[in-house]
């Protein structure tokens, strides 16, 4: 296994890493839209808080040398179902077809007061 930290995403808050590697899969952990060079949430609204949260994903993509193509699935969390189209339309915005598997799930409270948190598996090429 390979501990992976970039400084184009978030430090972990607890014990975690951003993403570990085992074999030529990537398991990035669950990222929140705190952008990496304030340290500040980035919450002024929900698609932008998800857009920071996507590109949260790809600063760890990235520093693997991947992109969106590269994930097979991932995990949303939501505050409130009711924001799932709002959020869903960003979220899509950064893929293209095929679409990696998914499930969104509402819970009812996210880390450092976030309304949305993904998390991502990727593959890594041979």
Do not use: H
Request: aromatic letters at 8%; charged letters at 20%; hydrophobic letters at 40%.
């Amino acid at each position: 296994m390979k501990n992976v930290f970039t400084k184009s995403a978030p430090a972990p808050i607890g014990p975690y890493s951003q993403a570990m590697i085992s074999g030529s899969t990537l398991y990035i952990s669950g990222q929140v839209a705190i952008n990496p060079e304030t340290g500040e949430m980035e919450q002024s609204d929900l698609k932008s808080e998800t857009t920071r949260v996507m590109k949260n994903l790809e600063g760890v993509l990235k520093s693997q040398g991947l992109d969106f193509s590269n994930i097979i699935k991932c995990s949303i969390f939501l505050l409130d179902m009711g924001a799932f189209s709002e959020v869903n339309e960003v979220y899509g915005s950064f893929f293209s077809e095929p679409y990696p598997a998914r499930e969104t799930v509402e819970v009812r409270k996210l880390p450092a007061g976030a309304n949305v948190e993904i998390s991502a598996i990727a593959e890594i090429p041979a």
